[in-house]
């Protein structure tokens, strides 16, 4: 089982950025593909980004494309979401997640099997 928890959430100003982290234990963090959802108040969770193995390929919702980038560090067990900017509707609960071991990104949550418990983002128009 990996444990995965989020930080750097927080309340930001339209235009602006922010650097999520998901630090992962447990396991052996190279072996999982990564990925970060979101969910609005109301709303389903929805995908925003994911990344394989090696970190040498990487997948973006449409909404968050040129303005969000994920990357890994295997050496600290981290995957990071850097947000730049920002819009109040990306406003909602990040979680990051990990795939079964030797498993590939996808854009589906099913195909998640830990989830962090979630950070906070509020960008204010």
């Known amino acids: 089982q990996v444990q995965l928890a989020e930080s750097g959430g927080g309340l930001v100003q339209a235009g602006g950025s922010l650097r999520l982290s998901c630090a992962a234990s447990g396991r052996t963090f190279v072996w999982f593909a990564m990925g970060w959802f979101r969910q609005a108040p109301g709303k389903e969770r929805e995908f925003v980004a994911a990344i394989n193995r090696s970190g040498g390929s990487t997948y973006y919702a449409d909404s968050v494309k040129g303005r969000f980038t994920i990357s890994r560090d295997n050496a600290r067990n981290t995957v990071y979401l850097q947000m730049n900017s920002l819009k109040p509707e990306d406003t909602a609960v990040y979680y990051c997640?990990?795939?079964?071991?030797?498993?590939?990104?996808?854009?589906?949550?099913?195909?998640?099997?830990?989830w962090g418990q979630g950070t906070q983002v509020t960008v204010s128009s």
């Open positions: 997640a990990c795939s079964d071991p030797w498993g590939v990104p996808t854009t589906s949550s099913e195909d998640y099997v830990n």
